[in-house]
């Protein structure tokens, strides 16, 4: 045998004997102990037993259905205001205009005008667009 293949084969069996466990006496004599569990710090604060009485349900809040300074509810018992104005529902408009009621009004806001078949019609769109459209004359608007 070559010197090189004798030296393979040694580094093989140390290899073996160390790496694989209960192969060889060197690998029985160490005996293994498990580790203690690490203590780490979490990054929160765990809810204990007596905390989780108290906690309210997380329901969430549609910004729609709110209003400035409503006090929310958060998911500890504390609570908060809301330090700014939160956008608030809509005015109801009154748009069941009756189509069948052709009564043309030339309407504008200053800078555009438009004809509308009634004043329901142009109550109504001033009221869900938020415009500013007054009457201008009575029939259509000439282009």
Excluded: H
């Amino acid at each position: 045998m070559q010197p090189t293949t004798l030296l393979c084969c040694l580094l093989f069996v140390v290899l073996a004997v160390v790496v694989v466990p209960g192969s060889s006496q060197l690998s029985r004599s160490r005996t293994t102990t498990p580790l203690p569990p690490r203590r780490e710090r979490l990054p929160y604060t765990p809810v204990r037993g007596s905390q989780r009485q108290e906690r309210l349900p997380y329901t969430p809040v549609k910004p729609t259905t709110m209003r400035p300074g409503m006090v929310l509810r958060s998911r500890t018992t504390t609570t908060k205001r809301v330090p700014f104005p939160i956008k608030t529902t809509p005015k109801p408009c009154n748009c069941n205009c009756n189509v069948t009621n052709y009564q043309p009004l030339c309407a504008g806001d200053g800078t555009d005008r438009d004809t509308f078949p009634n004043q329901c019609q142009l109550d109504c769109y001033n009221c869900t667009l938020n415009k500013r459209y007054r009457v201008l004359q009575q029939g259509e608007c000439s282009r």
